[in-house]
């Protein structure tokens, strides 16, 4: 199978900002919407923003005002911009179908390490 592909993670400070993007490949190089999921160690996975193909948005209640996702066709690109970063936004984040189903379990790629320091 091949898997969307996240890059942008690192190590930032409280209040800095970094800029996810997700190549669009696999299961989502054609659906109709694509999410951003995270998952912090111990935690369950969790879908933090997703953009649809009519440019609908969506974003969990923990990230709204400080995150903004974004897509660029051309590129086949999916971006998320992530401000204002807090600790508790440390997490791995993956890019996948928006909305899920049962066949895109296949698709979760490598993610992206985000680690926020207090």
């Known amino acids: 199978q091949v898997q969307p592909v996240e890059s942008g993670g690192g190590l930032v400070q409280a209040g800095e900002s970094l800029r996810l993007s997700c190549a669009r490949s696999?299961?989502?190089?054609?659906?109709?919407?694509v999410g951003w999921h995270r998952q912090a160690p111990g935690k369950q996975r969790e879908l933090v923003a997703a953009?649809?193909?009519?440019?609908?948005?969506y974003y969990a209640d923990s990230v709204r005002g400080r995150f903004t996702i974004s897509r660029d066709n051309v590129k086949s690109t999916v971006y998320l911009q992530m401000n204002s970063l807090k600790p508790e936004d440390t997490a791995v984040y993956y890019c996948?179908?928006?909305?899920?189903?049962?066949?895109?379990?296949?698709?979760w790629g490598q993610g992206t390490q985000v680690t926020v320091s207090s």
């Open positions: 996948n179908a928006y909305p899920l189903t049962p066949q895109d379990d296949d698709y």
């Open positions: 696999g299961n989502i190089f054609n659906s109709n919407g």
């Open positions: 953009i649809i193909s009519g440019g609908g948005t």
